[in-house]
Structures are given as structure tokens and as C-alpha cells.
């Protein structure tokens, strides 16, 4: 437990104290926290509030787009696109970028996010999130193109994620450790509960989706044969499983108690990198994990190191627990180069 402040009070420190953020980032941050309680209160009223179930479109990947996918999206739209920080936002669920339009004042950042994660745990009443990365505007010239959003993930200067579960809980680092707040409902607010949170470097807990085992490579089987087989098997410990199947969840589990997430490239769709899409994904959480003391990679490659090349760019991941990271990386990059 740490000193018990609000989210802007945090800001206020990171901004006049330690010159960490500028004005305009803190408002941005304030702004997506205060979206991101709108969208846990439509969370939390689920049948009530008529946001589950499916709204019979489609998305730029080509996935059924839930209810709450697009309410969150808006609810993250609207309430950004007139604060004057932003100069256009990208989204999961929107195929091009969102420009602030002209009648509002445009800002210098730029802002992308996964509106609604999870999205098959939404009608289940399983926890799910919101995940959000922001980057500068490369340049002075006026306008903002898709390009500008291609920064690699180092680039980024704030990300964080919103977990909606039994807490809803917002994590967010502006690249000095990472901290998360808990939403008191009756006061409204976001109360820092945990300062320069830690992930230890060793795990016994692995997190991924065990029905896709044969179509893995075989440094990611190798790696979960070698946790399967426990105390009496090379690593010589037991390990156990858990897969949410909410990247939000399981990051988050990750940062409390340690752990590795990989939602690694696999044999379905050969021709994609992965599931998971690097800008609004895998950028945001390798951010948040690295400055909590992990480290993410695709299985061969810093994530944050990636350049990107399309704004919905798939990715594999790997991120957790520094030793565990290593350990996988290292026996992708051991094995014969992928196909
Ligand atoms: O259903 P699977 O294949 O286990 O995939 C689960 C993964 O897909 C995701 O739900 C993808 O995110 P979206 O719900 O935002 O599309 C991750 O949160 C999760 O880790
Ligand atoms: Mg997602
Ligand atoms: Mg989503």
C-alpha cells in the first residue's frame, strides 16, 4: 500500500515535480481515466443496460464486433476528440485513424487503443479491460497521416490498461515505473493502491491457450513441455496454468504476482505474426511490463523494438517474468529460423 492520492494528484507530481509530463499529457490521461469509468459503468450493467450480445458488424480484422466493443470505442472518441491534446486517435475497431476534428483544438499527441479487450469474456460476466497507448506527433507540419502512428513502442510516453473484474483497476506508466489506481464508486475516483509495482524475475505460472498445442513451433512446446513436466522434469519445479483469454486479465495477474503471457505465432494462419496487434496491444503492455522489471518479445525480438508497418499489424507475444521471457526467447532463437 502507498500514499493514498488520486490519479491527478499522481499527474500533478509527475507533471510539476519531477517534469516527467507535459500539461497536455496529464489532461489526455485524465480524459481517458474519466472514459474509461463511463466505460465500466456500462460494464457493470450488463443485460440491464442492453450492452451484451453481438452488433451484427464487423471490424478491420474481420471479427464480429460485440456491443460493447463499439460503445466503448465511442464512449473513448467522444470523450477525447475535443480536449485539445490529441491530433487523432486509431482504433481496434475503426479500419483508418480518427482525426480531431477541426472545430475542436488539436493537440500533439496521438492516441491509440484497444477499447474493449477480451471481448469473449464480455457475455460471461469475466473480466475484461481497455488498453491505450499514446505517442507524440512526429514533426511540426500541420496535419496527422496514418505514418505518424508507425512509431516503434520505445517511442511511446504514456501507456496503461483498465481492468474491468471484481476491481476496476487502472494501470498506467509514463515511463517511470508503473502505478495502479482502484475506482472508489462512491467518490468517483481513481486512488493510487499501488506504487512502482514490481514483476518478480522468476514464475511458476504460465498463461496460454492450451488448445492450440499442435499447431505451436517447437521452442514454445519445448518451453510448456518443459513446465509441464514439473518437479521431476528439466526445470525441476511445478508450474501451474491460467488463461483468461483477456489479454487485460492476464497482464494483470502477471504484474501482481509474477508470471509469462504468450499468445505465441502458430500453424492456423501461418501468414499472420500472431493474434494479438502490436500498436494497441502488445506495445502498450510490453511498455507497462518492462517498466514493472519484465520484458516482452515476439519470441525472438524486443516488442517495443518492432517497427511497425500497418496500423493493425499482428504480433507474437511473449512478456512476463524476465528470466521466463529469456528463457523462451532464447529457445526460439536457438531453433531453426521459422518457415
Ligand atoms: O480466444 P483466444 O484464442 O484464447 O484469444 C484470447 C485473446 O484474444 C483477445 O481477446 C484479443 O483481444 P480482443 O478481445 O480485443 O480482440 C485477448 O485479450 C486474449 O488474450
Ligand atoms: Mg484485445
Ligand atoms: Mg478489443
Redesign the pocket.
Known amino acids: 500500500m502507498s500514499r493514498r492520492i488520486s490519479l491527478t494528484q499522481y499527474l500533478v507530481e509527475q507533471q510539476r515535480d519531477h517534469g516527467r509530463i507535459s500539461p497536455q499529457l496529464r489532461l489526455l490521461l485524465e480524459v481517458v481515466a474519466r472514459a474509461c469509468k463511463s466505460i465500466a459503468i456500462s460494464v457493470n450493467k450488463g443485460a440491464l443496460g442492453g450492452v451484451l450480445g453481438t452488433a451484427e458488424t464487423e471490424n478491420v480484422q474481420g ?1 464480429v464486433q460485440k456491443k460493447l466493443d463499439i460503445i466503448a470505442n465511442e464512449v473513448l472518441i467522444e470523450a477525447n476528440e475535443w480536449g485539445g491534446a490529441l491530433a487523432a486517435m486509431a482504433s ?1 475497431e475503426m479500419d483508418a485513424i480518427h482525426v480531431v476534428p477541426n472545430r475542436y483544438p488539436q493537440g500533439e499527441y496521438l492516441l491509440l487503443f ?1 477499447p ?5 469474456n464480455i457475455d460471461v460476466n469475466v473480466s475484461i479491460g481497455t488498453i491505450f497507448s499514446v505517442l507524440k506527433k512526429p514533426g511540426e507540419q500541420a496535419g496527422v497521416s496514418t505514418e505518424d502512428f508507425l512509431q516503434a513502442g520505445r517511442e511511446q510516453v504514456a501507456a496503461g490498461y483498465c481492468v474491468y473484474g471484481p476491481q476496476t483497476t487502472l494501470v498506467i506508466t509514463v515511463g517511470a515505473g508503473v502505478a495502479m489506481f482502484t475506482l472508489d464508486r462512491e467518490q468517483g475516483s481513481w486512488v493510487l493502491t499501488e506504487d512502482q509495482v514490481r514483476i518478480p524475475e522468476d514464475t511458476k505460472e504460465f498463461s496460454i ?1 492450451m488448445s492450440n498445442v499442435r499447431h505451436w513451433d517447437a521452442p514454445v512446446k519445448r518451453y510448456i513441455d518443459e513446465c509441464l513436466a514439473g518437479k521431476e522434469g528439466p526445470r525441476g519445479k511445478d508450474f501451474n496454468m491460467r488463461w483468461i ?4 486479465a ?1 497482464v494483470h495477474r502477471i504484474l501482481s504476482r509474477g508470471g509469462i503471457f504468450m ?1 505465441p505465432w502458430d500453424k492456423r494462419e501461418p501468414h499472420k505474426a500472431g ?2 496487434r502490436l500498436m494497441y ?1 502488445a506495445n502498450p503492455m510490453g511498455f507497462i511490463v518492462e517498466q514493472a522489471g519484465g520484458a516482452a518479445t515476439n519470441g525472438r525480438q524486443r516488442i517495443l523494438d518492432i517497427a511497425p508497418e500497418q496500423l493493425h499489424q499482428r504480433v507474437a507475444v511473449v512478456l512476463g517474468s524476465k528470466n521466463e521471457v529469456e528463457r523462451v526467447t532464447a529457445y526460439h532463437l536457438d531453433a531453426a529460423p521459422q518457415a
Open positions: 471479427e481496434e484497444d474493449l479487450d477480451g471481448s469473449s491457450n483469454a483477456s489479454m487485460v492476464d499468445y493474434k494479438l496491444e
